[in-house]
């Protein structure tokens, strides 16, 4: 199998280069953090109203008030932080990031939607696909833990379709969310300048680096979460579309907590399809306190879906164009030049 490591400049990239060049990394990447800290701060305004009223109609902590005690207090505030409304309310309220990095695309960078990856032709179809792959391929990871006695699978006894569906939903907003930010903003901003690997390479790192204070967090962790954002950085390039990519985080990590109910990212999610057990010892392989992307088991299966794309042609790239106009070009330099010889 020969494997094309040579990434091709996507159209939506070429389009983004032509509304306006990029600036250089250094200057792209003090823009990406503050754009996360805006959105970041527009989702907590967002945030605000739930928590008082989710605060003040539970009644534990109201008793906890009352009483004055602090561990009360304390211990009531965190059943709040983990619970399932609050969680639900956060998800939702990452539909500031995608309308705040539109305009900034819209506004600052004078880009088309399109660029941002948000391609109306086959839409429906590449959402689907992204949902199927997103499945497979952390089904193939949970999988891998069972085979390996890492982990086991038993019914779960906190599940309600009401809050489950409420899951999903904001897993769509969620997952699409920080593909918008990371992939359609921060890869195309960096691929205008810079070659199209260095882009994926950056943004899969800063992705990576924005789950740093996440609960359980580890090198591996770490590794993986950079392996994810090449793997999504990828398949955006090759597929030419965000709503695939997009569907695929979103899956992931719905599978993943409200599925076979293992921690996203080093959060807990107690509404779930599954319950799982991880063995003791094992936690090289299921991750440990992280979930399932702290262990080898999703290494793998990144590194190999990244291979897998990787042999596969980019359905909208420019560069066989460029190459086939240059091809002919120096063609009829030859040409030329063998007529002038003669």
């Not at 109306?120 to 179809?125: A, V």
């Not at 890492?150 to 699409?176: D, H, V």
Request: glycine share 10%.
């Amino acid at each position: 199998m020969n494997v094309n490591f040579k990434l091709e400049m996507p159209r939506f990239v070429a389009e983004a280069k032509e509304a306006k060049k990029g600036w250089n990394w250094f200057v792209e990447l003090l823009v990406f953090v503050v754009m996360f800290f805006v959105v970041t701060f527009g989702e907590v305004l967002v945030m605000l109203p739930i928590e008082l009223g989710v605060m003040f109609t539970y009644q534990g902590y109201l008793d906890a008030m009352a009483s004055g005690d602090m561990n009360a207090i304390v211990e009531a505030a965190a059943r709040i932080a983990n619970s399932d409304a609050l969680m639900i309310g956060m998800l939702f309220a990452n539909i500031a990031m995608i309308l705040l990095t539109m305009l900034f695309c819209k506004v600052i960078q004078k880009r088309k939607m399109r660029t941002l990856g948000f391609v109306k032709k086959d839409m429906f179809k590449e959402y689907g696909i992204g949902l199927a792959v997103g499945f497979a391929i952390f089904t193939i990871s949970v999988l891998l833990c069972v085979i390996t006695g890492s982990a086991k699978l038993g019914a779960s006894a906190n599940f309600a379709l009401g809050t489950w569906i409420l899951f999903g939903l904001g897993y769509m907003i969620q997952g699409m969310a920080e593909e918008v930010l990371c992939r359609s903003y921060f890869m195309v901003s960096l691929a205008r300048r810079y070659p199209m690997w260095v882009a994926v390479i950056l943004n899969a790192l800063f992705f990576a680096a924005l789950h740093l204070s996440n609960s359980g967090i580890s090198a591996l962790a770490f590794v993986n979460l950079t392996l994810f954002g090449v793997f999504a950085s990828v398949y955006f390039i090759k597929r030419g579309s965000i709503w695939g990519i997009g569907a695929v985080h979103s899956i992931w990590n719905f599978v993943q907590g409200n599925f076979y109910g293992i921690k996203v990212s080093g959060m807990e999610s107690t509404c779930s399809v599954f319950a799982s057990t991880m063995t003791e010892g094992r936690d090289l392989i299921h991750g440990g306190a992280f979930g399932l992307e702290g262990g080898l088991a999703v290494t793998l299966v990144l590194v190999a879906g990244t291979l897998f794309l990787l042999t596969k042609p980019a359905k909208d790239a420019v560069e066989e164009t460029v190459a086939v106009e240059a091809s002919s070009e120096e063609s009829a330099v030859e040409v030329v030049q063998e007529e002038v010889t003669e």
